[in-house]
């Protein structure tokens, strides 16, 4: 609402006063009919509030901060949460205003895209939960986006492969308990068997750098092949070779 907004209001209420004082006295009124005539003052103001030429040049006029907090939500993974505080919601807020509006238009495929790549991340993990809610956003925002359907196809073929997926506990593991250096000998053996490759996720380098020590002492004389890429999941996975 325009900042003048509060003071046409008590203008429009003062001039509606000074008519009643001015006004021919009329039959004393019912509480029910004072009630009946507020409600009636209150419909009136309130149809006032919307505005059609002033309002929208303001409006426009905060298209570029708009933006700004909507690309600055994009860029620290805001997208469609929290409710009152994310890129789409303030994307949209601009479309609104302005349907042709390119960085608007452009932020909501960006939004998508980022969700795809979450989505990506996800599945190599062996997350696939969280890799279909990830697309589900992805839909949300633009069903006719191309990446999608690849994205989808990627994941049916991800859930599909032979490959093994181990969800660790992490207090086990950030103790570098008996029982998780058992558990990684165990994995390390199954790579070996395999001839697979491994891929560690882990909240931090520290810990997976100790989990790749101790599957090599598991499998000494043998070379494990693997990468590390840090996470708040903690597992591994197991690319078992396509020609096995």
């Known amino acids: 609402m325009s900042m ?10 003062g001039t509606l006063l000074l008519s009643n004082c001015q006004a021919p006295a009329l ?3 019912t509480g029910e009919t004072r009630s009946e ?11 006032a509030e919307v505005f059609s030429g002033s309002a929208d040049a303001d409006s426009r006029d905060m298209i ?3 933006l700004y907090a909507a690309l600055q939500a994009l860029d620290e993974d805001r997208l469609l949460t929290p409710v009152d505080d994310n890129a789409h919601g303030r994307f949209k807020r601009v479309l609104a205003m302005d349907s042709k509006n390119e960085l608007a238009l452009q932020g909501l495929q960006d939004i998508v895209a980022r969700y795809l790549q979450l989505a990506e991340e996800s599945m190599r993990r062996g997350i696939f939960d969280e890799a279909e ?11 006719t986006h191309p990446g999608i359907v690849s994205t989808t196809e990627a994941l049916r073929l991800e859930m599909n492969s032979d490959d093994l997926f181990f969800k660790l506990d992490y207090p086990s593991y950030s103790t570098r308990s008996e029982l998780a250096q058992e558990e990684l000998a165990d994995i390390a053996r199954q790579t070996r068997e395999h001839e697979a490759f491994f891929l560690i996720t882990a909240p ?5 750098r100790w989990m790749v020590s101790v599957m090599r002492e598991a499998v000494s004389g043998y070379r494990l092949r693997g990468n590390i890429e840090l996470s708040s999941r903690l597992g591994i996975r197991l690319r078992i070779p396509s020609d096995e």
């Open 64 to 66: 570029p901060d708009i």
């Open 4 to 13: 003048q907004a509060p003071r046409f209001l008590f203008l429009l209420l």
């Open 27 to 29: 039959e004393p009124t």
């Open 133 to 143: 809610t990830m697309l589900g956003r992805a839909r949300f925002v633009d069903s």
């Open 204 to 208: 931090n380098d520290d810990l997976a």
């Open 37 to 47: 005539n507020d409600a009636l003052d209150i419909r009136v103001l309130s149809d």
